[in-house]
T-cell receptor, first 113, second 111 residues
Framework: GAVVSQHPSRVICKSGTSVKIECRSLDFQATTMFWYRQFPKQSLMLMAT?????????EQGVEKDKFLINHASLTLSTLTVTSAHPEDSSFYIC?????????FGPGTRLTVT | KQEVTQIPAALSVPEGENLVLNCSFTDSAIYNLQWFRQDPGKGLTSLLLIQSSQREQTSGRLNASLDKSSGRSTLYIAASQPGDSATYLCAASSGNTPLVFGKGTRLSVIA
């Protein structure tokens, strides 16, 4: 089956620094990938749609200058949280589209101290 | 805009009991509906995916049904076990658009 990986699985960073999260489709090519965020005891909320070779589309309320998304190849999308603050601490999950199905990565736990 | 609602928000049952989790969606023009399991602090595990043309899917002790006309899906868990304790999420898809998730049902199965 289709496999999506994320790296790192867990990261702790200091306030004001930037963190990059990678999302890779391991055995298929994904023109479209999605980035979700999940706060404790909340459901997943879509942050942005990442399209290979074009600019990402951000959901309302998500700052595009703070959450930089790059989808440089058909198997890799990256999310960079710039100038991280403690309120950015969350669980970030990506998914990659293969046909009409989405496959989810295992998630990245970001803690900003 | 699609909205997905899950009831109940939390459920506690004794081991061995059969149970039903409910999911409703506002836009019946879905491509598929998917049920996930999420353990605390972990990612998503896909349990069952029902295509819009299907009425149900079964995997082991799990059975998911889909009624597009009424905008409802149910996840039936037979003979529940403590290991089934987790949050169960349903999500609706309209093709290659983002999944829209419900807030989940937090299930506790007591031994």
């Amino acid at each position: 089956g289709a496999v999506v990986s994320q790296h790192p699985s867990r990261v702790i960073c200091k306030s004001g620094t930037s963190v990059k999260i990678e999302c890779r489709s391991l055995d298929f090519q994904a023109t479209t990938m999605f980035w979700y965020r999940q706060f404790p005891k909340q459901s997943l909320m879509l942050m942005a749609t990442s399209n290979e070779g074009s600019k990402a589309t951000y959901e309302q309320g998500v700052e595009k200058d703070k959450f930089l998304i790059n989808h440089a190849s058909l198997t890799l999308s990256t999310l960079t949280v710039t100038s991280a603050h403690p309120e950015d601490s969350s669980f970030y999950i990506c998914s990659a589209v293969d046909g009409y199905e989405q496959y989810f990565g295992p998630g990245t736990r970001l803690t900003v101290t | 805009k699609q909205e997905v609602t899950q009831i109940p928000a939390a459920l506690s049952v004794p081991e061995g009991e059969n149970l039903v989790l409910n999911c409703s969606f506002t836009d019946s023009a879905i491509y598929n509906l998917q049920w996930f399991r999420q353990d605390p602090g972990k990612g998503l595990t896909s349990l069952l995916l029902i295509q819009s043309s299907q009425r149900e899917q079964t995997s082991g002790r799990l059975n998911a049904s889909l009624d597009k006309s009424s905008g409802r899906s149910t996840l039936y868990i037979a003979a529940s076990q403590p290991g089934d304790s987790a949050t169960y999420l349903c999500a609706a898809s309209s093709g290659n658009t983002p999944l829209v998730f419900g807030k989940g049902t937090r299930l506790s199965v007591i031994a």
